[in-house]
């Protein structure tokens, strides 16, 4: 990874938002090994954006400068990176991995010490924007870790992100997105009661949503969410089951602390009763069925 070479990038996990990100990576020229828990899926994004299919995150380390893991959650995380066939199988020394998952703090912080015991750096460095930012390669990408391995990952995060943000040391990118993620949560939690509020108060939804979005009650949840919950559209842009998981660590997180987050907590009841319901896949504006199940009434 020196002059001007474009170093060789690794890319396991080709879900909804890695299969756009590796995309963004092929795109600006990175040679690119991608690997993925699904038969066939990396063969099949390989044969569409270029770049070489592998079988195991091993192999993927063996041909790459960084490795880039973009998974579930942090078992995963800690799986493909040192678990049986795992990156560190394949890793020469120097490497650098960049998860864009979003994990547990602490979680990355071990992953991280346990790979520096082998000389391979790391970078937490999850991102924000959902699906159409991660189309367009214009996410927000908060990232945690050293300076020089920040350095390294940079020209990475270009081609992905837009607002690119060192945020501290390991695990801050961690905390960060989840504390976002809950204040995303909280805020489709509050759209989707104050929807059903107006239906039953029987008011144009258009208009106070119009209302809302020119006034202080105006947010990106309204513009994104609002219109998928009048309809019941759930075309998963981000999971509800993934919501959850966010909201649930950064709740820990916040325990651990010991301070309260009672709107994530609220949030978090309303998506466990979404996911009860069958949503885990939906969109996470699925979260408007439980509370309309409340009210007993559907908009």
Not at 78 to 91: F, I, M, N, Q
Not at 185 to 193: C, V
Not at 266 to 286: I, K, P, S, Y
Request: some cysteine.
């Amino acid at each position: 990874m020196t002059g001007t070479d474009r170093p060789r990038v690794g890319f396991i996990g080709l879900g909804i938002m890695g299969s756009l990100m590796a995309a963004n990576l092929a795109r600006a020229g990175f040679p690119l090994t991608v690997a993925t828990r699904t038969p066939g899926k990396a063969e099949a994004w390989a044969a569409e954006h270029g770049g070489n299919a592998v079988a195991t995150p091993a192999e993927v380390a063996r041909d790459s400068d960084a490795v880039v893991t973009m998974v579930v959650d942090g078992a995963q995380v800690s799986e493909v990176l040192l678990g049986p066939d795992g990156v560190v199988e394949g890793a020469s020394e120097g490497l650098l991995c960049i998860d864009m998952s979003t994990i547990a703090p602490g979680q990355a912080r071990e992953i991280a010490a346990q790979l520096d015991e082998r000389g391979i750096g790391f970078v937490d460095a999850p991102v924000t924007g959902s699906t159409p930012k991660a189309t367009t390669g214009t996410l927000t990408i908060m990232a945690g870790g050293s300076d020089e391995d920040i350095a390294r990952a940079m020209p990475l995060f270009e081609a992905m992100g837009e607002t690119i943000l060192h945020v501290g040391p390991l695990g801050h990118g961690q905390t960060i997105k989840v504390i976002s993620n809950s204040v995303s949560a909280a805020n489709a939690n509050a759209l989707a009661q104050a929807l059903i509020v107006g239906s039953a108060l029987g008011i144009d939804l258009e208009a106070l949503s119009e209302v809302m979005r020119t006034g202080s009650a105006g947010s990106t949840m309204l513009t994104l969410k609002g219109e998928p919950m009048r309809n019941h559209d759930y075309t998963p842009l981000f999971r509800l089951e993934h919501m959850l998981k966010d909201v649930r660590l950064c709740i820990e997180e916040a325990q651990a602390a010991g301070v309260p987050f009672p709107a994530a907590a609220a949030a978090r009841e309303v998506l466990t009763a979404a996911m009860g319901r069958g949503h885990a896949d939906d969109d996470f504006a699925a979260l408007l069925e439980p509370l309309e199940g409340l009210a007993g009434r559907r908009l």
